[in-house]
């Protein structure tokens, strides 16, 4: 269970104020894939980043009943002068789990060679996505947010992580936010559509993509 309350967050940009979320109250319900739809800079990563406790909003705040990740396709959640190792090791003593475990199903799942044993600044960004998928996957959370990841990296990797996502998901929720509606169809049963700095929830998945797409043609 994710629950918003008061929530209000906004940036000022070029001199007039940027509304993200404004004085939101809704219950995301446990136990559901939900995709987070909206408009491009409607604030999708924001309110991820919020949720995930990695930003503070402006007032009101953020209850959850489980564990949340850290926003999945989020590269700051590495230090850049630790190797990928280091950083899964130092992931795996925070979150309580067995570092030698952790370490090496992420080797193997991110697929980067050498490049594991190397300082995370000399990554691209699909290694750093590789990465931060793979360590995200092999904990396990309640509530997983992930942001386009599945979309990372040649055919055969993004079958590897939606198989990995999809299993998962028989025992996890997630909040998945996504510009492909053959990704959302596949992971997600539910829907959360930001908008105009408040969240509209939809239990019928392909009733939330329809409003969405009518938003999206709205210009």
């Known amino acids: 269970m994710i629950r918003f309350e008061n929530l209000s967050k906004s940036f000022w940009v070029r001199g007039s104020q940027k509304v993200v979320v404004d004085n939101l109250n809704i219950t995301l319900p446990p136990g559901k894939s939900l995709a987070l739809l909206g408009r491009n800079g409607a604030g999708k990563s924001t309110l991820m980043e919020m949720i995930a406790g990695s930003l503070a909003p402006d007032?009101?705040?953020?209850?959850?009943?489980?564990?949340?990740?850290w926003p999945v396709a989020f590269g700051g959640s590495f230090h850049g002068e630790m190797t990928g190792?280091?950083?899964?090791?130092?992931?795996?003593?925070?979150?309580?789990?067995?570092?030698?475990?952790?370490?090496?199903?992420?080797?193997?799942?991110?697929?980067?060679?050498?490049?594991?044993?190397?300082?995370?600044?000399?990554?691209?960004?699909?290694?750093?996505?590789?990465?931060t998928f793979g360590a995200s996957m092999g904990i396990h959370f309640d509530t997983y947010?992930?942001?386009?990841?599945?979309?990372?990296?040649?055919?055969?990797?993004?079958r590897k992580s939606r198989a990995v996502f999809a299993d998962r998901m028989q025992r996890s929720g997630a909040i998945l936010v996504s510009h492909s509606m053959g990704d959302?169809?596949?992971?997600?049963?539910?829907?959360?559509?930001l908008e105009q700095g408040q969240i509209r929830y939809f239990e019928d998945l392909e009733q939330g993509i329809a409003y969405h797409q009518t938003l999206m043609q709205a210009g």
């Open 85 to 131: 190792a280091q950083n899964v090791r130092f992931l795996a003593r925070i979150y309580g789990v067995d570092t030698d475990a952790l370490a090496d199903f992420v080797e193997d799942f991110a697929d980067i060679g050498k490049h594991f044993h190397m300082p995370v600044r000399t990554y691209s960004s699909g290694m750093k996505s590789r990465l």
């Open 145 to 158: 947010l992930v942001d386009e990841v599945t979309a990372v990296g040649d055919a055969a990797f993004k």
């Open 184 to 193: 959302v169809r596949a992971f997600c049963d539910a829907a959360i559509v």
């Open 59 to 69: 007032s009101g705040r953020i209850v959850h009943s489980g564990t949340v990740s």
